[in-house]
Every structure is written in structure tokens, then in C-alpha cells.
């Protein structure tokens, strides 16, 4: 049974869409543990979702822009970032899971030099001990911009790593995504890299769309969700599943 509180929580999210933990607390007059015991009663509810920091309504997607980040996001970056070495340099691309991985840097900061097109990524990492480099280009209302493959900003990279988001991943097409431009920054930036990683979710293992990023046999990683069926993937391309 809902409560008084739950329905003054509910009312907050709705109005605010979305709000952290501590600022829920504040305006409920409440300490911030009994608030995610609430939260966690209301998502089992389907009355609201929760994300990394806080919560949103069912219906809200917060994307790049926002400060709360998705469980399995955060999942993707907590994996990731095993496989990242003090001193490289890391090339860091998608609107999802940047902000995830800067969100850990930023709490547990190690040498190392970021490249990445995400505002609130590199706005998130100033100030710590690691370089940031943000590349040029046309942004878009999501919170990235879109590099010039021919600029400079790209031309001369070298990174020993490379994160990229894609949206269809096929043992024949390879990886793909649905528009031009994302397509050529995406293979350019994978091209500056030594290792080729990308994140695509399990439900889009089979599907491909009319921009190929690459080929499946050129990657090293595949970081993905549970994955519902087996998959063919080539004998050089390691694939770490996550659970959100």
C-alpha cells in the first residue's frame, strides 16, 4: 500500500521529471536512505524508474543532456573500464555510455587522456587529473557534436583504445548505424584507434542498417547486454556481456 510520502514522491517526479536522491530528500524532509527504500518500492510498482543518482518517470528518457545515469550504462562503463590502463589514451564516443564512464573517472581518477565528442563528459572530467580533449564539430541537440572526419581535431589522433556506440551489430554486414554522418566519424575514429572496441545492445545482434561502421573481423570487443540467443562472431573478437 502507497503511502502519503509515496504519493508526495510520485507527485515530485512527475512535476520535475527527474531528480536526484538528495534533492528528494531535501523536499520530503526525510534522510536519503528512506528515500531509495521508497524509490525501490515504486519501481517495483512500475511507478517510476530508477537511474544511477536518482529517479524519473516510467515514460522519460533523460538522455546525454541529463546528469542521472542508466544502470546498465553504468554497467557497460564499469566494464570497460577493467580493461583500461593508466597512461592511455582513450578515445571515448556514444551518448549513453560516455557520460557513464566519466561519471567513474571523475570519482576515481587515473592518468590518462580522454578524446571524446560529449559535452557533459568532458565538462565532467575537468578539473581531475586527466587530459581532456573535446573534438570540434556541428552539435547536435543531444549533447554531442558531430566531428569533421577530414578536420584535424581527427586527421592526426592516435589513441590506444577506442569506445564506440553502435545501433546494429550482424555477423555479415558488421556494425552499423542508421544515418551518414555518424557512420564516417565512427570509422574514422575506430581507424586512429590500436584497439577497436564497441558497445551494442544484445536485442540488436542480427539487425543492420544502411551505414556500415566496420567489419565485425576488424574489432576487438563487443560489450553487450544479456544476450538471448547464441551469436556468430569471429574467433579474434571478445564479447563481455554485462547484466543491467
Known sequence: ML????????????????????????????????????????????????????ATTPRNDIGSQGNLIEPLDEDFARAMLQDISTGEVIILEGERVAPALASFLKDNPRRLTIITNHLQAAQMLQGTSMDVILLGGQLHPRGYTLPEVSSQDIRFLIANQAFIEVEGIHPQAGITVSSPEPARYKRELLGHSMRKNVIALGRNYGIFLPYRVSSLEELDTWYTDQLQNPVQVPQGLKVIEVHG
Open 3 to 54: 503511502t502519503e510520502r509515496h504519493h508526495d514522491l510520485l507527485k515530485l517526479i512527475e512535476t520535475r521529471k527527474a531528480l536526484r536522491v538528495e534533492e528528494i530528500a531535501d523536499l520530503l524532509g526525510v534522510s536519503p536512505a528512506t528515500v531509495r527504500r521508497d524509490l525501490r518500492t515504486l519501481q517495483q510498482s512500475g511507478m517510476l524508474k530508477r537511474v544511477r543518482g536518482g
